[in-house]
């Protein structure tokens, strides 16, 4: 049994489990969502598919530079994330959304986070015997924050005997032996979430463990990806 951690996506390659990571803020706002009660997540590819996506009475909820959209119930953030319960939820955003489309190959499919870390290392070691932690990054390029909280999700995979494969795992397990605050604070993430008035975010996104619902994937509705309680 073993683990990898992919600083970016891999269109493709991802066959048994995959978890999505997009700490600061989409697979942590996924979480909450399903946790206050959401009926389901669907996933879009785009802000555009969303709108599409969206039947009557769904909620939309997304951003683009880190806003809500013009349209847009909501925006991606945790602390926001209430007022969903047994509604559906349809959902883009500029990283994570994508992310998850980019792993939809894969038999299962999960969306960590720091909140919900052990709880997801434990279904995802529960599904299969090759776990793909696939960090969704920053506009293409490789993110500290979501690093970081892949290897808070591997630290619960070792306890669970499965072993880590290639430099990028070693470096997510050596990143999680420090503060989750301090460094998601240090990430570039962090910064233009500042810029725009939420650093509040961050400090809600750094919480390690505060529940254990973790989304997984289900199916398609057209172009979206429809998520429930793992």
């Known amino acids: ?14 066959r048994e489990v995959a978890v999505v990571v997009d700490v600061i803020r989409a697979t942590t706002t996924a979480g909450v969502y399903l946790k206050e009660g959401a009926k389901a997540l669907v996933l879009a590819p785009s802000l555009e598919a969303a709108r599409l996506l969206r039947a009557p009475g769904e909620v939309l909820a997304g951003e683009v530079g880190g806003l809500r959209p013009p349209g847009f119930d909501l925006g991606n953030s945790p602390r926001e994330a209430k007022g969903v319960a047994g509604r ?56 500290l924050d979501d690093l970081y909280a892949a290897g808070v999700i591997a630290r619960g995979l070792l306890a669970q005997g499965f072993a880590p494969q290639g430099d990028m795992a070693h470096l997510a397990l050596f990143l999680a032996e420090n503060p989750p605050r301090e460094v998601l604070l240090a990430s570039e993430a962090a910064r233009a979430l500042k810029e725009v008035g939420l650093l509040a975010d961050v400090e809600v996104s750094a919480q390690v463990d505060v529940h254990e619902v973790v989304p997984r994937f289900r199916g398609f509705r057209g172009e979206g990806m429809v998520f429930g309680r793992g």
């Open 88 to 143: 559906v939820v349809v959902m883009a955003t500029t990283n994570g959304t994508k992310a998850a489309h980019a792993a939809r190959g894969a038999a299962h499919l999960l969306l960590g986070s720091l909140q919900n870390a052990t709880a997801t290392a434990r279904l995802a070691a529960a599904l299969g015997e090759e776990v793909a932690l696939v960090c969704a990054g920053k506009e293409g390029q490789a993110a």
């Open 1 to 14: 049994m073993r683990f990898r951690v992919d600083p970016l996506p891999r269109p493709g390659t991802y």
